[in-house]
């Protein structure tokens, strides 16, 4: 495509502090004598047949399209990218999230975002129409803002800003003489600025709407013409003072974060304000799950507010409507009503500044999700919950638990089950069942206090609480924990229901998890760790040697009746499950399609003999502290793929210990 050159505009104007795009092209329109439109083509914008201009633009021009822009304006390439959102992108992820999405865009519109309307707004990213300050519309005195007005300040397009700390007021959102807000859609489709073909030449504080006539037909529409910097008598809301203070408050808090740079934003980094993310996330279930959050608002005056913007939503919910219409749309944008949305926020932000520690938070937002799931329409439950981007610090919140894991069923919302906690070790390092010491140290005391335990509370104990560990890890459900740690699924869930029959409606599963916590912080804490995964991977087809069992049990009593074919199996069982620290049941040798099930049952039934403490005699003592040494030479094998010393396993002579060079396994 042929490159349009445009000549340098004669006459131009530096940019406002603070300025937006559509205030610097409406002050320049002015200044110029000409329609928005052709100034816009002037400076190389597209404007769609002078009767739309991109919205778009307000988040950032193309690149291409900026460096012409700011080559016909006279301004710096910086200046003229600071008249766009994208100085808040590294600020507020939903703006950074959705930047440069193309794949949905046609080829001829390369450099687009997408629709504002559609993909911003319901992120609370950005309001299309402008809310305003009177007081700072009037400007500050200088000959340029007497001739122009005060700067259209670029902050008023987001929707969390909607208050002015420096007036002391709530921003305007609707113009006061046609009532409506301000920026109106072209055929349905957002545009950056109202009417930018109109031949009236409006000054840059005048209300661009159309007015249609209605009383008189021969009367064409024409624009509303109402100066905004004359509202100051029109105010937005009436509140108490002491809920002024609060809006107020919570706004010069949001201006701080605004404030930061990129690389400050991290959750919960600025003097216990939430992020954007958090805060934006809340106020949407909070409209969700509406009135089941009224009790969270401050004070009666705020919650009013509140419910004058989320009652009548629901009621619209509620109403039958064709099929190919979307009502939904409402619930996650924010009240365009400045008091509204303060309130909004200003109760979202209650909740997430006041509670302490993620079990309190729990206690504030999961029923809200409950309520939600149980009471709003399913297509908005599966529109809110099972959206990405939530932060872990809520999804954790807001995430169904049963008997002390996240919840599977297949209407739960995966995305929500994120890791319990922020862990120093891998689901690799976690053990499919939990070694004997770690039990002793954190679950034995515990199992004393389960009701009537049998001989297999123990074993579903310690497959049960790497399960846990696992969830704590990776997040999902505790299906998805047992296929991470190579669990067949029908024996994790026979170790879950078990213990779920033993423990009732006890208090036992909050304990199981106060102990699981203390077992991770342990975990946190050791210097080195063992990969248990690539163990179990390592040793998927390993089978003893003759003669490494031989050696084992050379020197025991009675060792020639240990070295039939079915005592080597034995003993590949027993150092599988010691290396690996598995439930010997899950050895692949005793699932191995090609041997017969009843070959099978007699070598599990067998080794199960062997371990069972009632039957154990100096020689089987003896054999398994050998075992547990070969265990941890072949271990260290696996591990860092070199033998081990002489000094680790001292049962072997030195020809025995070339059997770790790998033939083995």
């Known amino acids: 495509m042929t490159e349009v050159w445009h000549r340098p505009l004669a006459r131009s104007l530096e940019p406002l502090p603070e300025e937006s795009l559509p205030g610097y092209l409406l002050r320049l329109a002015y200044r110029l004598g000409r329609s928005l439109a052709r100034v816009a083509h002037l400076c190389g914008l597209p404007t769609n047949g002078q009767r739309r201009l991109a919205a778009d633009y307000l988040l950032e021009l193309p690149p291409e399209t900026v460096a012409e822009f700011a080559r016909v304006t006279g301004l710096s390439v910086p200046e003229a990218q600071n008249l766009g959102l994208r100085r808040y992108m590294g600020i507020f992820p939903a703006l950074q999230t959705m930047r440069g999405n193309t794949s949905r865009q046609p080829e001829s519109r390369p450099g687009m975002f997408g629709s504002v309307s559609h993909l911003y707004e319901s992120n609370w990213a950005v309001s299309q129409s402008s809310r305003f300050c009177p007081q700072c519309l009037n400007g500050d005195g200088s000959p340029v803002q007497e001739a ?99 809006l107020l408050g919570l706004q010069r808090r949001l201006d701080a974060r605004l404030s930061l740079h990129s690389d400050e934003n991290v959750e919960g980094s600025s003097a216990g304000t939430p992020s954007f993310q958090n805060l934006v996330h809340t106020a ?8 089941a959050g009224s009790s969270l608002a401050p004070s009666d005056a705020l919650a009013s507010l509140i419910d004058s913007h ?17 009502h939904l749309a409402a619930l996650w944008t924010a009240p365009q009503g400045s008091a509204q949305c303060g309130a909004l926020l200003l109760a979202a932000e209650e909740v997430l500044r006041t509670a302490d520690g993620p079990a309190q938070l729990r206690t504030l937002i999961r ?57 120093h070790f891998t689901a690799e390092e976690v053990p499919s069942h939990l070694p004997q010491g770690w039990y002793d140290t954190f679950f034995a005391d515990f199992a004393d206090h389960v009701p009537h335990p049998n001989l297999y509370t123990v074993r579903h104990l310690r497959r049960a609480a790497p399960l846990k560990l696992v969830e704590m890890t990776i997040g999902g459900s505790w299906v998805e924990c047992a296929r991470a740690l190579d669990i067949p699924e029908g024996r994790a869930r026979s170790a879950l229901v078990k213990l779920r029959g033993q423990f009732g409606d006890s208090d036992l599963w909050s304990r199981f998890e106060e102990i699981a916590e203390r077992l991770v912080q342990h975990l946190d804490e050791l210097p080195r760790r063992v990969n248990y995964a690539r163990r179990r991977r390592s040793l998927a087809t390993w089978q003893m040697p003759r003669t490494d069992w031989a050696a084992l049990c050379d020197g025991l009593p009675q060792a020639n009746r240990l070295t039939s074919l ?29 041997t017969a099930r009843t070959d099978l049952t007699r070598l599990a039934d067998k080794t199960a003999r062997f371990l069972s403490p009632a ?25 860092n793929g070199t033998p081990a010393t002489p000094q680790d396993v001292d049962v072997f002579d030195a020809a025995c210990s070339p059997r770790f060079s790998g033939r083995s396994l």
């Not at 949407?284 to 009135?291: A, F, G, H, T």
Request: glycine fraction near 6%; aromatic fraction near 8%; charge should be positive.
């Open 615 to 639: 039957n154990r005699n100096d020689t089987r003592l003896e054999l398994l502290h050998r075992v547990a040494d070969y265990a941890k030479a072949l271990g260290s094998y696996c591990d």
């Open 367 to 423: 029923p809200l999700a409950r309520f939600a799931l149980e009471h709003a329409p399913a297509g908005a439950c599966r529109s809110f919950f099972s959206r990405p981007g939530f932060s872990p610090t809520l999804a954790r919140a807001m995430v169904r638990r049963a008997h002390g894991f996240h919840a599977a069923g297949p209407w739960e919302y995966a995305n929500l089950r994120v890791a319990s906690r922020d862990c």
């Open 148 to 246: 122009y007005g005060g700067p259209w300040n670029l902050r008023w397009h987001l929707p969390f800003v909607f208050a002015c700390t420096i007036h002391r007021q709530l921003l305007h959102s609707r113009c006061p003489s046609c009532r409506s807000d301000l920026a109106q859609s072209y055929k349905g489709r957002a545009t950056l600025i109202t009417q930018p073909g109109s031949a009236h030449i409006l000054h840059p504080l005048q209300c661009r709407n159309l007015l249609s006539g209605q009383d008189n037909r021969r009367v064409r529409p024409h624009p509303c013409g109402a100066r905004l910097e004359e509202a100051g008598d029109h105010s937005p809301a009436m509140l108490p003072s002491e809920d002024h203070y609060r």
């Open 310 to 326: 989320a009652r009548p939503l629901h009621a619209e919910l509620r109403t039958p409507r064709p099929k190919s219409t979307s």
């Open 566 to 594: 079915d005592d080597i199996m034995l003993g590949t069982v027993l150092v599988w499950a010691e290396a690996t620290q598995s439930d010997y049941l899950l050895c692949p040798l005793l699932r191995a399609s090609g």
């Open 284 to 291: 949407q279930l909070i409209k969700l799950s509406w009135p």
